[in-house]
């Protein structure tokens, strides 16, 4: 059974840091890319960053380049996400979430139930 579970989050003032982490289980999660996406209030779902198999190549959305750094430990089967220079519209609910394609190329997603990150003085 699949399970990501996120920690990490919680209240913090513009201008901190937070390191987000999801733990991973129930499958190989080293042979798939993962991604941290994040949902703020009464907005849609948006991309922030994702990290590839092995974790030599990253990609990050414009809104978080050059304050965010995402990493993965395959032998933790845990993914990161450093979060520094925060900003109020960083606040947020962030999730981990990876795709596998099975049989007829249906594409399953999966997800965590997310971690909260507030940012406010």
């Known amino acids: 059974q699949v399970q990501l579970l996120e920690s990490g989050g919680g209240l913090v003032q513009p201008g901190g840091s937070l390191r987000l982490s999801c733990a991973a289980s129930?499958?190989?999660?080293?042979?798939?890319?993962m991604s941290w996406v994040r949902q703020a209030p009464g907005k849609g779902p948006e991309w922030v960053s994702a990290?590839?198999?092995?974790?030599?190549?990253?990609y990050y959305a414009d809104s978080v380049k050059g304050r965010f750094t995402i990493a993965r430990d395959n032998a933790k089967n845990t993914l990161y996400l450093q979060m520094n220079s925060l900003k109020p519209e960083d606040t947020a609910l962030y999730y981990c979430?990876?795709?596998?394609?099975?049989?007829?190329?249906?594409?399953?997603?999966?997800w965590g139930q997310g971690t909260r990150v507030t940012v406010s003085s």
């Open positions: 129930g499958f190989t999660f080293s042979s798939y890319a």
């Open positions: 979430n990876f795709r596998k394609i099975g049989s007829l190329n249906i594409v399953y997603e999966y």
């Open positions: 990290i590839n198999t092995g974790g030599g190549s990253t």
